[in-house]
């Protein structure tokens, strides 16, 4: 106990200066965090039945889950079988063949699609959209083919005509961000090209990367509401900036190290450790209200620093310990899970906990002990000023006559 006092009291800046080190080097683990939409198939255990089925038809079908669709859909009203809607898919379909994302001899559209008829003297195909219609009674005839071809009727394009689909597969290699970014980009200069019409961005790709950045934007939200909860929490509590400052740093360190450490991992994020930031900040939040309010009534009633540390440290460990043991265990238990995401949840949970529980026994002390000093410093300064400007009256008006 002694020793750990006396190492925090002479030695704090170097205390903070090793953990803004540390900080700063697992800021690139946190870089190198990615986001996953669900559980895969790796997460899940291998021995599991239904898993194994699943992983044979992905292997089979692998470039089903790849497919990309643009959906032309046209207002009430309107019908994409017109002249200027099967020039816009014309465009479009066009467009996807110059993606280098996309494979080109994948694309489907009726555009590019094939009608098979047959006749007395056997099968025939050939092009089904030959010649954009120029007129109302070329348009009636485009959708008299379409209606009596089982192929596309109801599947590329919709009974009613008013909407078609473009279908594309997307290569192993592209990552989502990819896709999206160069479809999205080829086919927005087309999207306000025919009144009357809306194209739409789907597919498994397109669903994923939304998700991803949906589940990234509210990581974001979730943690600024949070620790600007507990920013105002804090303020009304302490009434000081120093009571703000201490245990929301301390906060702040123990999110980038667990985060870090679970990018230097390797581990993606998913809807479950999504909530792991959040988690940090509740119980980081309490133990920098304890240590903090222990070590500012300790330091009121003692002369020195190092003993209203020795007090505070005999007062919080013990509960503070127990506290994170309970945590830890709480979180470790999580392993006895079969599916790998939510093991290694409770995984970086445990470990946030303990880190968390460092950051407050040794980084809260250490950054109240420079904080203190300052202030001590000041007010010094401050009542030899006004001794010294009291001295100074005291003879001008002496000299006074």
């Not at 925090?8 to 990615?34: E, F, H, N, S, W």
């Not at 025919?194 to 509210?218: C, F, H, M, R, W």
């Not at 949070?226 to 303020?235: H, T």
Request: charged share 15%.
């Amino acid at each position: 106990m002694k020793f750990f006092v006396k190492f925090i009291d002479r030695y704090a800046p170097y205390i903070l200066l090793a953990v803004l080190a540390v900080t700063v080097c697992m800021v690139p683990g946190i870089k190198r965090i990615t986001i996953a939409r669900g559980f895969d198939n790796d997460s899940l255990p291998a021995f599991n039945e239904l898993v194994k089925s699943v992983k044979e038809v992905r292997k089979t079908f692998a470039a089903n889950m790849r497919q990309v669709i643009i959906a032309v859909e046209a207002q009430p009203g309107y019908k994409v079988t017109d002249g200027h809607s099967l020039e816009l898919i014309q465009k479009l379909t066009n467009t996807l063949k110059g993606i280098k994302v996309v494979k080109r001899d994948s694309l489907m559209s009726l555009s590019t699609v094939k009608s098979v008829q047959s006749s007395p003297d056997g099968i025939s195909s050939e092009k089904l959209l030959a010649k954009l219609p120029s007129g109302s009674i070329e348009e009636a005839e485009f959708e008299n083919r379409l209606a009596h071809d089982p192929f596309y009727y109801g599947r590329l394009i919709s009974k009613d005509f008013r909407s078609s689909l473009i279908l594309a597969t997307a290569y192993d290699s592209a990552d989502l961000a990819e896709i999206h970014n160069a479809i999205a980009s080829a086919i927005e200069p087309l999207r306000a090209s025919v009144p009357g019409v809306t194209i739409t961005l789907v597919g498994d790709p397109e669903i994923n990367y939304q998700l991803n950045a949906s589940i990234e934007k509210d990581i974001i939200v979730f943690v600024l509401l949070a620790v600007g909860l507990i920013l105002l929490s804090f303020l009304g509590i302490f009434r000081s900036w120093n009571g703000v400052i201490l245990p929301l740093a301390g906060i702040l360190v123990g999110i980038i190290w667990t985060m870090g450490l679970m990018g230097y991992y390797g581990e993606p994020i998913l809807i479950i450790s999504a909530t792991l930031p959040v988690v940090l900040v509740v119980i980081g939040s309490e133990y920098g209200i304890h240590v903090y309010h222990v070590l500012s009534e300790e330091t009121a009633h003692h002369q020195t620093f190092r003993q209203a540390l020795t007090r505070a440290v005999s007062t919080v460990f013990s509960p503070l310990a127990m506290a994170t043991m309970a945590t830890f265990t709480g979180g470790m238990s999580l392993i006895t899970f079969k599916i790998r995401p939510i093991q290694h949840f409770g995984i970086f949970m445990g470990i946030g906990t303990l880190i968390l529980m460092f950051i407050a026994i040794v980084v809260i002390p250490a950054l109240f002990k420079v904080l203190h000093k300052p202030a001590e410093k000041l007010q010094k300064s401050v009542v030899g000023g006004i001794m010294h400007a009291t001295h100074l009256a005291e003879n001008v008006l002496n000299h006074v006559p």
